[in-house]
């Protein structure tokens, strides 16, 4: 960094840090006072906030006393549809008499965001110890609200990840302060996402707190998916919520400077939206939601069909020393996921929104691809019309080649409107089977920013795929949160549930093939060769791809395919591929022009970016 960049660099942070108008002392009195405004008392409302009979968490204290060390014992439930995880979470809260221990990367402030916040304050004040631990920069970013929060009950208490120059919302201008003066430290986040209940009962994987998670979203939703897991395993769960919870990163809410200007300058707890008597009433949906997780015979009804019994299940998770570059490699999500890939004998299928690996990721599969029996190795991953990435799609779209030829991948990338995708997205109510055709939508009219999500040729509600999952020779399922990215190796704290049981692993292998099918995902495969000069064309075209910022040649490698009516899939290779093949382009469904896509790709995103994406 030069000297000029490095002085304006130090105003900047100078000039930020010096808004707080409280001193440190003031700062102190300002926590006491969230502390002493905090009710202690404990009890519930029969019928409506007590905890209900669940015969799920039954289920987790069954699991943990008929287990062993040598046997362990573990019931699970894959969480594919969004309102099943969003009920699961309701219903486990609901019925919590202990402990509920809640980690998350993004906590919004909508209908889902709201409805779970408000059931972890009742579990609360009916006597769970409930702790709440977000990542700083997406995680409930409203200074009023969490010191409302701070104050609210003595059996609730919000802690934030890393906060930023000290503060529960960063400022835009904090954000390229943040860039400027402390890249690595800014860029570390807690990519964890957990619900933890009474040490027995745990969900984790993608879905964060937001509605776009659940099918709720009016524009863009995510396909997405949880486990729900309960036996022993629970206890690595809480064990490592521990390690974060004590972590000096992790700061209670109150001694952040903009929340305790706000404790000080209301003297106690300043008022806030969510404990106004005259806010209006919930959506339907949100009501019909609620009277359901309070139902736990219905809930099991809606699990059941989805539970499966195991035996041996890990959790594999990042510490928060990973951000200190302290892991040892056992303790590392990454080496695990690293470890099981090369584990692979036959066939491994992987299913992640962003496809841009890190150079230990490459090595691994490059191993795979050097034995003799060289493993099939299958990828769902989105397409440009489905991802909300557009740097992150450039940067996969960049090393296609290279997937396809040197590694051997076998690439779907999701369709933007799947034809038989597990999302319900209804405009009223929970459970509603209508697509909700009135809702805004995401279509030629979209801004397409580099931000979000590109705009489209025709409207419609958008999915984009956010699963993460792996399975290994039809013996192994993993779900979790760890996106087979640079950012989930080195930034991001990650976790994973892995299940060694071939059943689970079947179903596991069925909803990612269901994503792959031809009315979900379009194939990726090779161009057909042109008569003349096809080995220029590869041979530009890898030189290309090897520059180290910018691939300029024009002529990609690879191209999206539809597989025409009356053909049966077959593999790009093989004859008659090209005949039951449609090629519809490299960016299918994207209504903006090729020229235009490939500008982007060229000026905006190089492959100096890629550890951060």
């Not at 006491?32 to 007590?50: I, Q």
């Not at 404990?275 to 009501?287: A, K, M, N, Q, S």
């Not at 015979?297 to 035996?311: C, F, N």
Request: net charge neutral; proline share 7%.
């Amino acid at each position: 960094m030069s000297p000029a960049r490095r002085l304006f660099t130090a105003l900047l942070v100078l000039l930020l840090a010096g808004c707080s108008t409280l001193s440190v002392r003031e700062r102190r009195e300002a926590a006491d006072l969230a502390l002493a405004a905090r009710s202690t008392e404990v009890g519930c409302r029969e019928g409506v906030d007590c905890a209900v009979a669940s015969p799920l968490l039954a289920l987790g204290h069954a699991a943990v006393a008929a287990s062993t060390p040598e046997a362990p014992r573990h019931e699970v439930v894959l969480l594919d549809r969004g309102q099943d995880s969003l009920l699961a979470r309701l219903h486990l809260i609901r019925a919590a008499r202990e402990s509920i221990d809640l980690q998350m990367f993004i906590f919004d402030k909508d209908d889902s965001g709201v409805l779970v916040l408000e059931e972890l304050l009742a579990a609360a004040r009916r006597g769970v110890k409930v702790r709440v631990l977000l990542d700083q920069l997406y995680g409930l970013p409203d200074p009023n609200l969490q010191a409302s929060l701070a104050g609210h009950h003595a059996n609730f208490e919000l802690r934030l990840y890393n906060p930023t120059f000290d503060e529960a919302k960063t400022q835009k201008l904090q954000y390229a302060a943040g860039i400027l003066c402390c890249f690595m430290k800014f860029n570390q986040r807690m990519h964890t996402k957990l619900v933890l209940v009474d040490g027995v009962a745990g969900i984790t994987g993608g879905r964060n707190i937001q509605d776009r998670y659940f099918d709720w979203a009016e524009g863009y939703n995510y396909r997405d998916r949880d486990i729900l897991v309960m036996g022993p395993v629970a206890k690595a769960m809480a064990e490592n919520f521990d390690a974060f919870w004590s972590y000096e990163r992790s700061r209670p809410a109150e001694e952040l400077k903009d929340v305790a200007e706000r404790l000080h300058r209301h003297q106690g707890v300043p008022p806030s939206w969510l404990f106004d008597p005259e806010r209006p009433p919930p959506p339907p949906r949100v009501t019909a939601m609620r009277d359901e997780a309070g139902d736990g015979a219905a809930v099991m009804a809606r699990m059941e069909p989805l539970r499966l019994a195991v035996g041996r299940v890990d959790f594999y998770a990042d510490l928060p020393e990973k951000h200190e570059g302290e892991l040892r490699a056992e303790e590392d999500a990454s080496q695990a996921m690293h470890d099981l890939v090369q584990s692979t004998q036959g066939e491994l299928v992987i299913q992640t929104p962003y496809l841009v690996l890190s150079r230990e990721a490459r090595k691994v599969f490059r191993g795979l691809q050097k034995r003799a029996d060289k493993p099939a190795v299958w990828v769902s991953t989105n397409s440009l019309a489905a991802t909300d990435a557009f740097p992150v799609y450039a940067m996969s779209h960049k090393y296609k080649r290279l997937y396809l030829r040197e590694l051997g991948f076998r690439i779907f990338e999701y369709k933007p409107y799947p034809t038989d995708a597990p999302i319900n997205v209804a405009a009223t109510g929970v459970l509603g089977e209508e697509r909700a055709a009135h809702l805004p939508m995401f279509g030629s009219g979209s801004s397409g920013s580099s931000s979000g999500p590109v705009p489209l040729k025709r409207a419609g509600i958008r999915v984009g795929l956010h699963a993460k999952s792996l399975v290994v020779d039809g013996r192994i399922g993993v779900v979790g949160s760890h996106n087979f990215d640079p950012r989930s190796d080195n930034l991001n704290t990650e976790s994973m549930v892995v299940v060694h049981d071939a059943e689970f692993a079947g179903a596991l292998l069925a909803s990612i093939r269901r994503d792959m099918t031809p009315e979900n995902a379009w194939l990726i495969a090779p161009q057909e060769k042109p008569p003349v000069l096809s080995g220029l064309n590869y041979s530009l075209g890898k030189i290309s791809e090897k520059l180290p910022i910018f691939d300029i040649w024009p002529f990609p490698y690879a191209t999206s395919y539809q597989l025409r009516p009356g053909c049966n899939p077959i593999p790009p290779g093989q004859p008659g591929f090209y005949d039951c093949y449609e090629d519809v382009g490299a960016f299918p469904e994207v209504d903006l022009p090729l020229k235009t896509v490939y500008t982007r790709i060229l000026t905006a995103f190089g492959a100096g970016l890629v550890p951060i994406l």
